[in-house]
């Protein structure tokens, strides 16, 4: 037991060493709204950016500098609404996709989130090419928020999925509630970022080391940890508090070796979005959803319809029982923490490349993760991803009727209200207490 806890320790620290950022704890300095103006690579300096709440009050503004660059401090984490001021812009030089205001721009606890405004010839790209002084710029149309605010909770709601398949699956199998898995997912993150970033991969062969990383250490952990804590018959709640005890012990050293800011893969950084009819999505995340859906569906499908699959959910439904018939049951438990730990760290990569690498990423979406989980069913897959997208989709719809701070503690009260009429979640079984 010792030396498998100073391997999993030796393990985090290597991991972090790597980043080479110095062993020196760094807190967050502050949230931002950044970004840089350029035309065919040329900066355009000059033009003036400002940002306010969803409530309209003015959270700031800036100037670009010569090098294009310009960065408004926000107050805090929040929804923001970022324009660009189009007459300031010079002779000849236009918005290609002539939105010159982004109504829903997320920044996350300690982030720099980049803003994109991609410049070329005025009118080149179908735009009205309307950039003269004087020009009044509307915004955009209620359609167009709800059109945003919709494709950002579905996005959302995937991201939310891969992590809560993991966690549900976890759940049934062993009846463990794993606190330590926003850490899975941080890991998943911070891995990518230490190979696109500091090592210079490219960013998909990052994030396939990191899901790879992701999934062995979801092995080693059950074998090595929690395994053993199974055969010593350590009940759950014990568990449980441990799992609490190393999410606290593995975030604070993410944030020892990494520090409290937020930081961007380099890779697909910012990238313009495609209009797709109503819908302006930057083509890394549209990739990202692809990806998520083939692996959900898959892992979907494995369940059901493979002879592990049968084995997993009979390992979830009975162990006694399972093992009675055959199934070696450490062995199903195991592989399911490796999937658990791939997801996971999936999970983080898609994250990651849509808000940025923070020390707690994971630890701030994990309360959600558990809310979809609860609201699906503990330890069904289908309601874990029902659940996803309830959560996720409320989250960011919400905003259009409630302030952008009180978007989660919204969802969590819709879980609330669906739990008194059903208790056992939208897929779950009853099951007597007592």
Same mark, same amino acid.
């Given at each position: 037991?010792?030396?498998?806890?100073?391997?999993?320790?030796?393990?985090?620290?290597?991991?972090?060493?790597?980043?080479?950022?110095?062993?020196?704890?760094?807190?967050?300095?502050?949230?931002?709204? @950044?970004?840089?103006?350029?035309?065919?690579?040329?900066?355009?300096?000059?033009?003036?950016?400002?940002?306010?709440? @969803?409530?309209?009050?003015?959270?700031?503004?800036?100037?670009?500098?010569?090098?294009?660059?310009?960065?408004?401090?926000?107050? =805090?984490?929040?929804?923001?609404?970022?324009?660009?001021?189009?007459?300031?812009?010079?002779?000849?030089?236009?918005?290609?996709?002539?939105?010159?205001?982004?109504?829903?721009?997320?920044?996350?606890?300690?982030?720099?989130?980049?803003?994109?405004?991609?410049?070329?010839?005025?009118?080149?790209?179908?735009?009205?090419?309307?950039?003269?002084?004087?020009?009044?710029?509307?915004?955009?149309?209620?359609?167009?928020?709800?059109?945003?605010?919709?494709?950002?909770?579905?996005?959302?709601?995937?991201?939310?999925?891969?992590?809560?398949?993991?966690?549900?699956?976890?759940?049934?199998?062993?009846?463990?509630?794993?606190?330590?898995?926003?850490?899975?997912?941080?890991?998943?993150?911070?891995?990518?970022?230490?190979?696109?970033?500091?090592? &210079?991969?490219?960013?998909?062969?990052?994030?396939?080391?990191?899901?790879?990383? =992701?999934?062995?250490?979801?092995?080693?952990?059950?074998?090595?940890?929690?395994?053993?804590?199974?055969?010593?018959?350590?009940?759950?709640?014990?568990?449980?508090?441990?799992?609490?005890?190393?999410?606290?012990?593995?975030?604070?050293?993410?944030?020892?070796?990494?520090?409290?800011?937020?930081?961007?893969?380099?890779?697909?950084?910012?990238?313009?979005?495609? @209009?797709?009819?109503?819908?302006?999505?930057?083509?890394?995340?549209?990739?990202?959803?692809?990806?998520?859906?083939?692996? #959900?569906?898959?892992?979907?499908? /494995?369940?059901?319809?493979?002879?592990? &699959?049968?084995?997993?959910?009979?390992?979830?439904?009975?162990?006694?029982?399972? /093992?009675?018939?055959?199934?070696?049951?450490?062995?199903?438990?195991?592989?399911?923490?490796?999937?658990?730990?791939? #997801?996971?760290?999936?999970?983080?990569?898609?994250?990651?490349?849509?808000?940025?690498?923070?020390?707690?990423? =994971?630890?701030?979406?994990?309360?959600?993760?558990?809310?979809?989980?609860?609201?699906?069913?503990?330890?069904?897959?289908?309601?874990?991803?029902?659940?996803?997208?309830?959560?996720?989709?409320?989250?960011?719809?919400?905003?259009?009727?409630?302030?952008?701070?009180?978007?989660?503690?919204?969802?969590?009260?819709?879980?609330?209200?669906?739990?008194?009429?059903?208790?056992?979640?939208?897929?779950?079984?009853?099951?007597?207490?007592?």
């Amino acid at each position: 037991m010792r030396r498998a806890v100073i391997m999993l320790t030796a393990f985090l620290a290597c991991v972090m060493l790597s980043f080479g950022l110095g062993a020196t704890s760094a807190w967050a300095e502050g949230e931002a709204l @950044q970004g840089t103006l350029t035309n065919n690579g040329a900066p355009v300096a000059g033009v003036k950016i400002k940002a306010s709440t @969803q409530d309209g009050a003015p959270a700031g503004e800036a100037t670009s500098d010569e090098q294009g660059k310009w960065s408004i401090p926000v107050t =805090g984490p929040g929804t923001y609404k970022v324009e660009l001021d189009v007459a300031s812009l010079p002779s000849g030089v236009g918005l290609t996709n002539n939105r010159p205001v982004l109504p829903t721009v997320t920044v996350a606890d300690g982030q720099l989130r980049n803003v994109l405004f991609p410049l070329g010839a005025a009118g080149a790209t179908g735009g009205s090419g309307n950039n003269q002084p004087g020009t009044k710029t509307e915004g955009p149309s209620s359609f167009d928020r709800v059109a945003d605010l919709l494709y950002s909770g579905l996005h959302f709601a995937l991201i939310i999925a891969l992590a809560a398949l993991g966690i549900s699956l976890i759940f049934g199998t062993t009846g463990l509630t794993n606190f330590a898995h926003g850490e899975m997912v941080t890991l998943g993150g911070l891995v990518t970022f230490l190979f696109n970033v500091t090592i &210079g991969m490219p960013l998909v062969l990052s994030g396939i080391i990191s899901v790879a990383i =992701g999934a062995a250490l979801g092995y080693f952990q059950d074998r090595a940890f929690w395994g053993w804590l199974r055969k010593r018959r350590t009940n759950l709640v014990t568990m449980m508090i441990i799992s609490i005890g190393l999410s606290l012990l593995i975030r604070y050293v993410f944030l020892y070796f990494f520090g409290g800011e937020s930081r961007n893969f380099a890779d697909y950084n910012a990238q313009p979005g495609v @209009q797709y009819g109503p819908f302006l999505i930057a083509p890394k995340n549209l990739i990202a959803d692809g990806i998520a859906l083939v692996v #959900l569906a898959a892992v979907s499908f /494995a369940l059901v319809g493979t002879r592990l &699959g049968k084995a997993t959910r009979a390992v979830a439904d009975n162990p006694a029982l399972a /093992a009675a018939s055959g199934i070696n049951v450490d062995r199903i438990i195991r592989l399911v923490w490796t999937i658990g730990g791939a #997801l996971a760290a999936l999970s983080g990569v898609i994250l990651g490349a849509f808000q940025g690498v923070g020390f707690q990423m =994971g630890f701030q979406i994990l309360l959600l993760i558990f809310a979809a989980v609860t609201l699906g069913g503990f330890g069904t897959a289908w309601g874990a991803l029902l659940g996803s997208l309830v959560i996720g989709l409320f989250i960011q719809l919400s905003t259009l009727w409630i302030p952008t701070e009180l978007k989660s503690v919204g969802a969590l009260g819709v879980l609330i209200v669906i739990l008194l009429f059903r208790p056992q979640g939208i897929l779950g079984r009853r099951a007597r207490i007592g």
